[in-house]
């Protein structure tokens, strides 16, 4: 069975840091691009970012460039999403997603884990 | 960015009934288009990929059709458990982006 579970969220103040983990059981973990998709109370989703299955590719949505850096271990089934100069609009859901083709839909995701930014 | 837009953004329907939901896309994206169910307070379901094929284990009375800038997804036969979100999110290009959705109650 697919498993991804996601860890590390919490309450930050503005501008700081916060690195979320997805752990990965049940598949192939290193065959699968992987994605962090996001989901502000109440709204709609939002993709953030994905990985290649080697980690030498990646791809961000434009809000988050420069901010967010994703990065996965093969080794430990595991995704990661470091997130710094958080901002309030950062306050979301964030969910690990698995894409078994070229990293173009979401075939599994996790529960997510809430990121919320206030002072 | 490629925006996709949805329509209806609600609707409320009788188990058994047709129901049809319409995606657009700001730009054309070939068939690269997936359709996502959401119930409350759980995660995201893929239901079709490639605008027409069904996810594996999705029950057949979900389709969808189109191609280039328009898309539809149609329950053909609406259960009590289809209630929820329904998403349209394009992979042509990135960054990868989502409709609004469109929220289906059951009468």
């Known amino acids: 069975e697919v498993q991804l579970v996601e860890s590390g969220g919490g309450l930050v103040q503005p501008g700081g840091s916060l690195r979320l983990s997805c752990a990965a059981s049940g598949f192939t973990f290193s065959n699968y691009w992987m994605s962090w998709v996001r989901q502000a109370p109440g709204k709609g989703l939002e993709w953030v970012a994905n990985?290649?299955?080697?980690?030498?590719?990646?791809y961000y949505v434009d809000s988050v460039k420069g901010r967010f850096s994703i990065s996965r271990d093969n080794a430990k089934n595991s995704l990661f999403l470091q997130m710094s100069t958080l901002r309030a609009e950062d306050t979301a859901l964030y969910y690990c997603a698995s894409s078994t083709t070229l990293g173009y839909y979401f075939d599994y995701w996790g529960q997510g884990t809430l990121v919320t930014v206030s002072s | 960015a490629i925006r996709m837009t949805q329509s209806p953004s609600s609707l409320s329907a009788s188990t058994g009934d047709k129901v049809t939901i319409t995606c657009r896309a700001s730009?054309?994206?070939?068939?690269?288009l997936a359709w996502y169910h959401q119930k409350p307070g759980k995660a995201p379901e893929l239901l079709i990929y490639?605008?027409?094929t069904l996810q594996g284990g999705v029950p057949s009375r979900f389709s969808g059709s189109g191609s280039g800038t328009d898309f539809t997804l149609t329950i053909s036969c609406l259960q009590s458990e289809d209630f929820g979100t329904y998403y349209c999110?394009?992979?042509?290009?990135?960054?990868?982006?989502f409709g609004p959705g469109t929220k289906v109650d059951i009468k």
């Open positions: 490639a605008a027409s």
């Open positions: 990985i290649k299955q080697n980690g030498g590719e990646n």
């Open positions: 999110q394009q992979y042509y290009s990135y960054p990868r982006t």
């Open positions: 730009q054309g994206v070939s068939s690269y």
